[in-house]
């Protein structure tokens, strides 16, 4: 299995532009997450879906942030607008519903200048 | 409700050196507890996990952690450090739901 796939690896954008980060799960993983990492935060878990559904969105830090997941081989995060906060390493992480190990993708650097 | 505690954001040893980096879980139900390794520019990987069998869990790259109820620990373990792995560690408890609980990293430096 080609892991946890996401894209881009690295973006940098001009505040207020919108970003959108792109993950695919594993496949048959029913479960993914999106997390942000800061020297300054350490690990935040943003928002986790179950079979394609929100469950927990409770770290997603404003309204200029979005996630979906269309379907169980996609999710996109967006950011709109972006600011230069919000400049992190952005991974998107998959598991099977219940299951117990969590899967990393390789994160996307963002950088908003 | 759950979260993991990491003494020492830094920890240093020389190369061959015992490596121990420790992990304090808080947890109301009986946890399945997580390392998971990050090594610079990349995503985490498991290290090792408990999930309620033996307590002393075996993991890759000759680390090892063990599960003690009674102190509440998950303290990872490596008998001789090598340079390969001077990365960052996390510590991770995961509830009967989905949610994981991570710690806020060690780094580790193996100086030759």
């Known amino acids: 299995d080609a892991g946890v796939i996401q894209s881009p690896r690295h973006e940098v954008t001009e505040m207020g532009q919108e970003v959108t980060l792109r993950c695919k799960p594993i496949?048959?993983?029913?479960?993914l997450f999106w997390y942000r990492q800061t020297m300054m935060r350490g690990l935040e878990l943003l928002i986790y879906?179950?079979?394609?559904?929100?469950?927990?969105d409770s770290g997603m830090p404003e309204d200029r942030f979005s996630a979906k997941m269309p379907n169980a081989s996609f999710s996109t995060l967006k950011i709109q607008p972006s600011e230069p906060r919000d400049s992190a390493v952005y991974f998107c992480a998959s598991s099977q519903q219940g299951g117990e190990t969590q899967y990393f993708g390789p994160g996307t650097r963002l950088l908003v200048l | 409700a759950q979260s993991v505690t990491q003494l020492g954001s830094h920890v240093s040893v020389s190369e061959g050196a015992l490596v121990l980096l420790r992990c304090n879980y808080s947890s109301s139900v009986p946890p399945y507890l997580f390392w998971y390794v990050q090594y610079p520019n990349q995503g985490l990987q498991l290290l090792l996990k408990y999930t309620s069998a033996a307590t002393l869990v075996k993991g890759i790259n000759g680390f090892e952690a063990e599960f003690k109820k009674s102190e509440t620990s998950f303290h990872l373990t490596k008998p001789s450090a090598h340079m390969s792995d001077a990365a960052e560690y996390f510590c991770a408890v995961k509830n009967t739901g989905n949610q994981f609980y991570f710690g806020t990293g060690t780094s580790l430096t193996v100086i030759p």
């Open positions: 879906f179950n079979n394609n559904v929100p469950i927990d």
């Open positions: 496949s048959g993983h029913n479960s």
